[in-house]
T-cell receptor
Framework: DQQVKQNSPSLSVQEGRISILNCDYTNSMFDYFLWYKKYPAEGPTFLISISSIKDKNEDGRFTVFLNKSAKHLSLHIVPSQPGDSAVYFCAASGAGTASKLTFGTGTRLQVTL | DTAVSQTPKYLVTQMGNDKSIKCEQNLGHDTMYWYKQDSKKFLKIMFSYNNKELIINETVPNRFSPKSPDKAHLNLHINSLELGDSAVYFC??????????????FGPGTRLLVL
């Protein structure tokens, strides 16, 4: 039972354009959402997060949007840079399971010149 | 000056063997985790320890036994290895437990291949 889904396994975007990565979840108990970035042969690194009391969180070029009614979140990267090429994982946690992160399967982003 | 380190990075072994993966964090964190990323790229939590106490055990076979000698270390011992144990195992740590805004910091992973 996959509670966090990233339906696009890969995405290719030109440098300077916007990258939009999507994530859907099924568990209505999730109330905190995170994005992690992973380079080959490295562990995931935290990128940005959002609490369910917000619908948007911005950090530099990265913005996460949360639509609770649709159980959907997205990560926007503007402008995209070649160094952003990596696998992006969406993760979620719920009240009472504070440390337990449920991850999606990741989306591989390639930013082309 | 690695924050979360794992040894070994690669591990190739035969079915039925017993192996250990070590994890150390120098961040002064209280909580450590083991995750498994299988061939389908699912990254799933296996265990978490807080101050050397087991907090999360996600119905992992009892062939897997985590051991935390101190707050900075969480080792994973696997008995009677099976083909399905082949995966990438990630160790992670966070400052605290119960404060879900805490970022988890991951190690580089250990790639285990069981032949």
């Amino acid at each position: 039972d996959q509670q966090v889904k990233q339906n696009s396994p890969s995405l290719s975007v030109q440098e300077g354009r916007i990258s939009i990565l999507n994530c859907d979840y099924t568990n209505s108990m999730f109330d905190y959402f995170l994005w992690y970035k992973k380079y080959p042969a490295e562990g995931p690194t935290f990128l940005i997060s959002i609490s369910s009391i917000k619908d948007k969180n911005e950090d530099g070029r990265f913005t996460v949007f949360l639509n609770k009614s649709a159980k959907h979140l997205s990560l926007h990267i503007v402008p995209s840079q070649p160094g952003d090429s990596a696998v992006y994982f969406c993760a979620a946690s719920g009240a009472g399971t504070a440390s337990k992160l449920t991850f999606g399967t990741g989306t591989r982003l390639q930013v082309t010149l | 000056d690695t924050a979360v380190s794992q040894t070994p990075k690669y591990l190739v072994t035969q079915m039925g063997n017993d192996k250990s993966i070590k994890c150390e964090q120098n961040l002064g964190h209280d909580t450590m985790y083991w995750y498994k990323q299988d061939s389908k790229k699912f990254l799933k939590i296996m265990f978490s320890y807080n101050n050397k106490e087991l907090i999360i055990n996600e119905t992992v076979p009892n062939r897997f036994s985590p051991k935390s000698p101190d707050k900075a270390h969480l080792n994973l011992h696997i008995n009677s290895l099976e083909l399905g144990d082949s995966a990438v195992y990630f160790c992670a740590s966070s400052q605290d437990l119960g404060v879900y805004q805490e970022t988890q910091y991951f190690g580089p992973g250990t790639r285990l291949l069981v032949l």
